[in-house]
């Protein structure tokens, strides 16, 4: 009788693919964890300007406003006005394609 040592061509191919399947879900899973993470810092950046607006608001009873005079802010107006005095630091998003914007009372305040 032959002994046949060694594995056969499908065993080593099911095995690669349950492998793969694992691989797959632990990237996916990543991605989403740091989706989630960025999404988490986001709301927590939107939460401190807005805090530092309703500070500012509350001792100058006025929203910050642009040098432009359209009514609207961009980042380096709120730096002005807003650093130190009510937030040390304005958030920038790492991924310079998307602004933050945040709506209070009809105006729009972006920063980049």
Same mark, same amino acid.
Request: with cysteine.
């Given at each position: 009788m032959k002994i046949k040592n060694g594995f056969t061509l499908i065993e080593i191919l099911v095995v !690669?693919?349950?492998i793969g399947l694992i691989v797959g879900g632990i990237a996916l899973n990543l991605a989403r964890a740091q989706?989630?993470?960025?999404? +988490?810092?986001?709301? +927590?950046?939107m939460t401190s300007v807005?805090?530092?607006?309703?500070?500012?608001y509350a001792d100058k009873h006025i929203y910050p406003t642009g040098i432009t005079g359209d009514g609207g802010a961009?980042?380096?107006d709120l730096s002005s006005q807003l650093i130190p005095s009510y937030i040390? &630091?304005?958030?920038?998003? &790492?991924?310079d394609d998307? &602004?933050?914007r945040y709506a209070c009372s009809g105006t729009p !305040?972006?920063?980049k």
């Open positions: !690669i693919m349950i989706k989630k993470g960025r999404d +988490t810092q986001r709301i +927590t950046d807005a805090q530092a607006l309703g500070a500012y961009n980042y380096n040390q &630091v304005l958030p920038q998003e &790492v991924n998307y &602004v933050y !305040i972006c920063s």
